[in-house]
């Protein structure tokens, strides 16, 4: 990938994403169903992204920075 | 009822992170009569540190009180906290590292530094960093209100408390810059890491995993209301991208040793989030169980405490909400005054201050904001519902994210444009508020909008007007700046 690739898919990762499934889904998952272990889809999906969020920044660190570890 | 030993064990941890605060000005021996030193640690700190640091400048009384009486009393809407911190991170990946690596090339200690610079105005300077100034006062109000119950309850008396525990932190900020609340907010986030889990660990057994707690408030509490759908997603949305725009969270940014640090703390950091997820819930177990006397939402957390924690456990917990409220405010306090020496003394007052005169300058500074903050905390705006103190800082601060962010990328983006969308979005924002008598940052006259995120948009309009006008009538535009310092 040249820079404006990786630029590209940075901007995708860290803004579109996040942007798109953790605020402007809100619409979509503010609902009850369906529930994992009594909690509502609204407060599960949102602490999953508490998890997902970083894992995508992660990506970027390792394989579109190429940094950290060897 | 608290017990003698109970009193001894929150003195002990209030006092301890005091102690090492203070003590902070021994530590990783420097030179404090330099400003770098005494205002950003000296750009020494490693992730480790910043990790701690970063998570003491934002999770703060707000996140401890505010969030569980939030959930307490507006049930699902607080989610919006959770949804903004989960995308504060990898906006902060993206433009601090950015405004790291110029304002470490060219020796920045405030965003009011790189907009002098950026676009050679002084002026424009000055009007950002009043701005920061400006919104650090109801931050730090708010952790002086915070506190109030929690006092209360350890039955002190008020006013003398809010005294005394805020002279120590413009003490120990003025002693130790930096490297004091840093060093004290290891002992902080240790501390209210322990208590959190525990405090998880313990309800979440006993309440079989919260499930039956989210039955019993209910979906038309637990879910965001329909009305304030808007008003959700353009608050979090405006938050989201407000955290580099905040001068104590910059202060701890820039305090870092290298990029690198900013880059992996984007990762790690987040992990604080869950805090803010089991807070909330908190304050539906609070409300499940009908422990909150006479409806008061920031009693929310401390009633959770002393209705399932013996009084040692619970002397322990307030003692973590107390300097849960000091280490934050002591940071805020060091990022306005870093501001007020670089941006207003050094640029208008004393052209050729010298650094020790810049630190004087800093460390008298952090005792008139301390004193201005106590004054606000006083006021009737603060004695309401204190969620809200948060987000007017948050809707002025927002801004400045032209003169900012923006910048760094847009190079031919001049100051008058700037400016001139600064004062409409400033303007606009404080007309919202003032619409609603500061009781909320929600319009109800337009789809309960964010008060922030509507100046912002017209921010945004009237700045690419001007800067039309600006391209079209050929004025010369400068900047301190080279394009290539700004990669």
């Known amino acids: 990938m040249g820079l404006r690739g990786r630029d590209l898919a940075k901007v995708l990762l860290l803004i579109v994403v996040p942007w798109a499934f953790i605020v402007l889904a809100a619409p979509l998952y503010n609902r009850p169903q369906p529930e994992l272990g009594g909690w509502p889809f609204a407060w599960w999906y949102l602490t999953a992204w508490v998890f997902i969020q970083p894992a995508l920044t992660y990506v970027v660190y390792r394989l579109i920075d190429r940094r950290g570890g060897s | ?487």
């Open chain 2, 1 to 487: 009822m608290f017990r003698p030993v109970d009193y001894a064990l929150f003195f002990v941890v209030v006092g301890l992170t005091v102690v090492v605060a203070f003590l902070g000005s021994r530590w990783r021996a420097a030179d404090l009569s330099r400003i770098s030193e005494w205002g950003i640690g000296g750009r020494r700190f490693g992730a480790f540190i910043v990790w701690f640091l970063m998570g003491a400048d934002i999770y703060t009384a707000y996140s401890l009180i505010s969030i569980p009486g939030a959930a307490f009393s507006t049930g699902g809407f607080i989610l919006y906290a959770v949804a903004y911190g989960s995308i504060s991170y990898p906006f902060l990946y993206i433009v601090a590292t950015k405004l790291y690596r110029i304002s470490r090339r060219r020796g920045y200690i405030t965003a009011g530094d790189y907009v002098r610079d950026r676009f050679d105005s002084e002026v424009l300077s000055l009007l950002i960093s009043l701005t920061g100034i400006i919104a650090m006062l109801p931050y730090i109000a708010l952790q002086v209100v915070g506190i109030r119950y929690v006092l209360e309850a350890m039955g002190f008396p008020v006013l003398p408390s809010f005294i005394i525990a805020y002279l120590l932190v413009a003490a120990f900020v003025a002693v130790s810059g930096l490297r004091g609340p840093a060093l004290a907010s290891l002992v902080k986030d240790a501390i209210l890491w322990a208590v959190i889990i525990t405090v998880v660990v313990y309800l979440g057994v006993k309440f079989s995993g919260f499930g039956p707690i989210f039955a019993e408030v209910g979906p038309s509490h637990y879910l965001i209301s329909g009305n304030l759908m808007v008003g959700y997603m353009t608050l979090a949305l405006a938050s989201g991208i407000s955290w580099l725009l905040f001068p104590n969270l910059l202060t701890g940014l820039l305090s870092s040793r290298s990029e690198d640090v900013i880059r992996r703390n984007s990762v790690f950091l987040p992990l604080y989030q869950v805090w803010l997820v089991f807070l909330a819930i908190m304050g539906l177990v609070a409300l499940a169980k009908g422990l909150v006397p006479s409806k008061v939402s920031s009693l929310a957390f401390p009633s959770v405490l002393y209705a399932y924690f013996n009084s040692t456990f619970t002397a322990l917990a307030f003692a973590g909400i107390v300097i849960g409220s000091m280490v934050p405010a002591a940071l805020q306090s060091l990022g306005a005054a870093n501001l007020v020496t670089r941006n207003i003394y050094l640029q208008f007052i004393n052209r050729g201050a010298s650094e020790p005169q810049q630190v004087l300058w800093g460390r008298v500074s952090v005792f008139i904001l301390i004193a201005a903050s106590l004054a606000f905390a006083l006021t009737p705006a603060a004695s309401g519902l204190i969620f809200y103190l948060l987000t007017f800082a948050y809707a002025w601060l927002l801004q400045t994210l032209p003169a900012i962010i923006i910048s760094m990328y847009w190079y031919s983006l001049d100051k008058y444009s700037v400016a001139v969308g600064w004062a409409a979005g400033t303007a606009v924002t404080t007309y919202g508020l003032f619409t609603v008598r500061f009781s909320s940052s929600l319009l109800p006259w337009m789809y309960d909008v964010y008060a922030g995120f509507l100046g912002l948009a017209v921010n945004l309009a009237v700045m690419l007007a001007i800067h039309g006008v600006v391209r079209t009538s050929g004025v010369r535009v400068t900047s301190r700046l080279r394009t290539e310092e700004l990669e």
